[in-house]
């Protein structure tokens, strides 16, 4: 939502400041500066990353106009789901996981937002599953950590293409311009006022591919950046909950540890965990 605010922004300050000074909006439409650019970007693009990348990309700088999925409720949700999952182990025994891992019970344990999150869902479940075999607590945590160190590697791609993107548009702005210059060249013939408005739109070429890069792709790519560090936060306190429940830590010290591991600005009171569990125990 505030990269749908922050583009309003952009673009008000930008057209208000130039018809303020006495610019005229309409020179500014310049449609086939448009298609050189944002053609020659996309092809770039398409070009210069593979096919998963791609749709990782569109998904995820899309992704940036909707909220975080890793908010203040999410944790929360985490929160209670381990120590639900805890206090199963606790009293049935890790044997007893085999019936929820690949079953419906799961849902049993955790809450639809998780569920939801295939990702996320399927990094406990493997790590559950390890832990069904009897895995000892230093082995499954360095697999966590390998398996993480992965996923923040593929995390990266997408961010490095919209970067690439990025750095690119100015280029292809030039190019735009440079084509109009062209244009105006070899329209010598013309009157003052006719090659004026050809040099104009020559240079509504270079503006376009610096407004594009720096007011409108590079910030998602700063908030593509923030979200997976975001998400990789949420896998590291789950990581946490796997290995206290691995190590037989208690439900309730199971979810102190995890909460440590939550941001500041997102990690729920100990009050407000102590109210969730006492109402989810009620619930039970």
Do not use: W
Not at 239 to 266: D, F, H, V
């Amino acid at each position: 939502m505030l990269v749908i605010v922050g583009y309003v922004v952009i673009i008000g300050a930008i057209m208000g400041g130039f018809i303020g000074g006495g610019g005229h909006p309409g020179v500014l439409f310049q449609p086939f500066e448009f298609v050189i650019i944002i053609g020659a970007a996309v092809g770039a693009f398409v070009c210069g990353n593979s096919l998963p990348v791609i749709k990782a990309t569109l998904a995820e700088a899309t992704g940036t106009l909707k909220a975080a999925k890793s908010n203040k409720a999410f944790y929360l949700e985490l929160l209670l789901s381990f120590n639900a999952l805890s206090s199963k182990i606790r009293k049935e025994g890790l044997l007893s996981l085999e019936d929820i891992i690949d079953g419906p019970e799961i849902e049993t344990i955790f809450t639809p937002s998780i569920i939801k999150d295939h990702h996320l869902l399927e990094f406990i479940r493997d790590n559950l599953r390890l832990m069904v075999t009897g895995i000892e607590a230093p082995a499954l945590e360095e697999l966590m950590d390998q398996a993480l160190e992965t996923h923040h590697e593929d995390g990266h791609a997408p961010i490095k293409a919209i970067k690439g993107l990025a750095d690119g548009m100015p280029a292809f702005g030039i190019v735009a311009a440079v084509l109009g210059v062209v244009h105006t060249m070899e329209s010598v013939s013309l009157p003052p006022a006719e090659l004026g408005k050809l040099i104009a739109a020559a240079l509504v070429g270079t503006f376009l591919g610096i407004l594009l890069a720096y007011g409108f792709i590079s910030p998602v790519a700063n908030v593509m950046e923030e979200r997976l560090e975001g998400a990789g936060n949420v896998y590291k306190c789950a990581q946490k909950g796997l290995l206290c429940c691995a190590k037989a830590i208690s439900p309730t010290m199971t979810a102190e540890y995890m909460r440590a591991m939550i941001p500041s600005n997102l990690r729920p009171s100990f009050a407000e965990l102590d109210e969730q569990l006492k109402a989810s125990k009620n619930k039970s």
